[in-house]
């Protein structure tokens, strides 16, 4: 097997491992990474809610995925879709053959949108944007 199969599949068995102990912590412990920018400002930023909207996914249960953090809930295909396209592109022909053929524009796109999305989350007026607490 050739040495880039071996550190593909070893990422992959990281990522699995790291979701199946996300998947069987309960809601509230174990992966709830703490934001800084939260704790020190008391504004929420467009990553907030992330990992509880990961654990909603692994439970099916994307109503209140999109309620933690819709953006990324709505970004994990096209990342996932990208990895997965890396991880081929890396196998077959031991380089990334993936990422120069993403246009730029797209990216600056969503970069922009995450931030306006973390803006928009602190308004009051929008408070159905901000994660939902337990």
Not at 42 to 64: E, K, T, V
Not at 67 to 81: D, K
Request: aromatic content about 14%; proline content about 4%; hydrophobic content about 50%.
């Amino acid at each position: 097997m050739k040495k880039r199969t071996v550190i593909v599949l070893a990422a992959a068995l990281f990522a699995a491992a790291a979701l199946l102990y996300l998947y069987f912590t309960g809601e509230g412990e174990g992966a709830g990474i703490p934001c800084m920018l939260y704790q020190i400002t008391g504004f929420y930023c467009s990553g907030c809610g992330s990992s509880r909207a990961l654990r909603s996914i692994l439970h099916f249960d994307f109503y209140q995925a999109l309620r933690y953090n819709a953006i990324f809930t709505l970004g994990l295909p096209l990342l996932g879709a990208y990895f997965g396209a890396l991880a081929v592109s890396y196998i077959r022909f031991g380089k990334d053959k993936i990422s120069g053929k993403i246009p730029m524009n797209l990216v600056w796109i969503f970069i922009a949108a995450a931030l306006v999305y973390g803006v928009l989350r602190n308004i009051p007026m929008l408070s159905f944007l901000a994660p939902t607490t337990l």
